[in-house]
């Protein structure tokens, strides 16, 4: 999971203060940053509407904003995924990408660039939390796709049993993950990434 920088601590305790002054200091320090990189994908008008429709959504949901995400990350990927969300022609998209993919290469290759990777990362940690019985009988169902029963065979236990640590599992896991529900929703309704789509499912939808 990508690293948190001092900075990205002191400015989301400073928005969740509600303090607007200093949400003027983080508008200033991204917005630049922000429509250049949207400028790529899109025309820079839109990419200046992108970002202060981004920057009202950070406003907006401040309070909610957790100090374990880099605000870096979310910023970049609510607008990448804004940006993306314009090109409507499969072709254009993909010349897109792959024009910021050869652009960007050494951004794109920064484990802390893309919020999606730290979601995965908070998803890999609360698996780690999970009495082993319990994750097993998890991933054999939510990864592998065995039915309950079949996971009963295989493990020599009751289906009951079966029932109980899957339960037990998705309890855990909705508890540690419950803050970044926004967040998963926010990546999936524009990625490309089917492995966030199939976690959202396997958590919260099932």
């Known amino acids: 999971m990508g ?86 022609h499969i072709e254009t998209k993909s010349r897109v990408l792959q024009i910021i993919e050869e652009k960007y290469q050494e951004q794109l290759s920064d484990p802390d660039f893309y919020l999606e990777k730290e979601l995965i990362g908070l998803y890999e940690q609360a698996l780690e939390k999970l009495p082993q019985e319990f994750r097993k009988a998890f991933e054999m169902n939510r990864l592998d796709g065995f039915t309950h029963k079949e996971i009963a065979d295989k493990l020599g236990v009751s289906p009951q049993t079966i029932n109980y640590r899957i339960g037990q599992a998705l309890k855990i896991l909705r508890k540690e993950l419950r803050d970044y529900l926004p967040l998963f929703i926010i990546c999936i309704s524009a990625s490309d990434n089917p492995y966030i789509e199939h976690l959202f499912d396997s958590l919260f939808l099932n």
């Open 3 to 88: 690293q948190k920088t001092f900075d990205d601590d002191q400015d989301i305790i400073g928005l969740r203060t509600g303090d607007e002054l200093y949400f003027e200091k983080v508008y200033k320090k991204y917005f630049a940053g922000l429509t250049a990189f949207a400028s790529q994908y899109i025309s820079l008008e839109d990419a200046k509407s992108i970002v202060q429709e981004t920057m009202l959504w950070l406003w907006e949901n401040r309070t909610s904003l957790n100090p374990n995400l880099s605000l870096k990350s979310l910023l970049f990927t609510i607008v990448k995924n804004k940006s993306l969300n314009k090109i409507t």
